[in-house]
């Protein structure tokens, strides 16, 4: 929090934390200048992450429990999650795996709470599976690209349809 009391753009939290041998979390939050359903609305227009989306760069489907989402991250990489909860104006969950169960799995999170007229945007993730040892590099990656995804969010939410992650490189 500055002097005035507002929370800057840049604040967050980020953590990996391996909790078991074959699980690790990563955490990020921001308190977005926007109440819970603006910020919402953005995030489930999953047409629109492209246009402001620096990390999930597509995004086909619809946000409803059960549907299956096809994800194209920044990498070029394309999962196709299943969501698990959809609590409108809340809480946001996909679960997906690569290859098959075991290897590589994700419950990928986005959780909204209101603070007065702000939103706290809580991003997390938890993977596990045999290949999590050999993918600490990409962990530290996605550390990165949450954190961008939530300052995109919030420039977006906050700056109307023209934000940092849609401008073209100068």
Do not use: C
């Not at 929370?7 to 980020?14: F, P, S, V």
């Not at 995004?59 to 096809?70: E, Q």
């Amino acid at each position: 929090m500055n002097s005035n009391g507002q929370t800057a753009a840049h604040e967050g939290t980020l953590q990996v934390t391996p909790t078991q041998k074959r699980v690790a979390r990563i955490r990020s939050e921001v308190v977005i200048d926007a109440p819970p359903a603006a910020v919402w609305d953005v995030l489930v227009d999953f047409a629109g992450h492209a246009s402001w989306d620096p990390f999930l760069v597509k995004i086909d489907g619809v946000a409803t429990v059960g549907s299956r989402l096809r994800v194209k991250f920044n990498n070029g990489m394309t999962l196709k999650p299943t969501l698990t909860e959809v609590a409108q104006g809340r809480e946001l969950e996909w679960v997906g795996k690569l290859l098959v169960a075991g290897v590589f799995d994700a419950r990928h999170r986005f959780e909204l709470y209101p603070e007065g007229e702000k939103t706290r945007l809580v991003q997390s993730e938890q993977f596990s599976g045999l290949m999590l040892p050999l993918l600490k590099g990409t962990l530290r990656k996605t550390e990165r690209d949450f954190r961008a995804l939530n300052l995109a969010l919030k420039a977006r939410v906050e700056g109307g349809p023209t934000s940092p992650a849609a401008q073209p490189a100068s």
